[in-house]
């Protein structure tokens, strides 16, 4: 007997991000990146004639596309772990298929579903492993976005952003950072923005850093790190993961206090 659930497949790209997420967690189970998977419908051991109903009636179905999004690093069990899960915001078309699948399932004669639907990519199964260790380890690698304003005093701000690497190296925060430092100098300067200041088209920034690649700067920059380097050692190793080669360091950036050299992958 088979035993099947519905999902939908994790894209190369992201298995391979979240799979930085390995290690580190006494007692985990980590599940192999090219089995991550989104679970929409687990239904169990079941007879070869009812999984090819099932199969048959699925290839039925007719969904737009959607965008999934991944909202942070989790665990599930409460006090006594289980699970190290990547949360996935739970947009209505993908609360929809999930609707339509159990649907479905049911018109075909099987139980209901009677648990929550929590979209969930799953990272590492958990044998006694405790919630102390998990929470440092929870503590280091999630949530993936985190932002807050502090206020100084009456007229002065500060603010904080956290962006996990797998989603912002530190040449896309710089140009964040910089993007809001302009904002911030035109509100102060004359209490209105440049529409001019906007972000713009993604492709813009794809095409500065085209630019910036094939220019003599980045010979430069590539100079100056080498002679930073010397021997070309290989880059030190934080949690058993190496670093960039120098070759892929990216813009050592002019005007910052020192000298700040940014990172960035092909």
Known sequence: MPRLFTGLEIPEEIQQSLSLLRGGLPGARWIDPENYHITLRFIGDIDDRLAHEIASILDGMRRRSFEVRLSGVTSFGGKKPRAIVVAIEPVQPLIELQAEQERLMQRLGLEPDGRKFTPHIT????????????????????????????????????????????????????????????????????????????????????????????????????????????????????????????????????????????????
């Open 123 to 266: 990272l590492a199964r958990l044998r006694d492993s405790s919630s102390h260790d998990v929470a440092e380890y929870l503590s280091t690698r999630g949530p993936l976005f985190g932002n807050a304003l502090f206020r100084a005093s009456d007229s002065r701000f500060f603010w904080y952003a956290r962006y996990h690497h797998i989603v912002m190296d530190a040449f896309g925060m710089w140009l964040i950072a910089r993007h809001v430092a302009d904002v911030y100098t035109q509100l102060s300067a004359s209490g209105r923005i440049d529409r001019e200041l906007g972000f713009g088209r993604f492709g813009m920034l794809l095409e500065r850093d085209a630019a910036y690649r094939s220019s003599a700067q980045r010979e430069h920059d590539l100079l100056a790190e080498n002679a930073v380097s010397g021997d070309h050692r290989d880059p030190e190793e934080v949690s058993g993961v190496l670093g960039l080669p120098v070759e892929d360091l990216l813009q050592d950036q002019h005007g910052c206090a020192g000298s700040a050299r940014f990172t960035g992958a092909d």
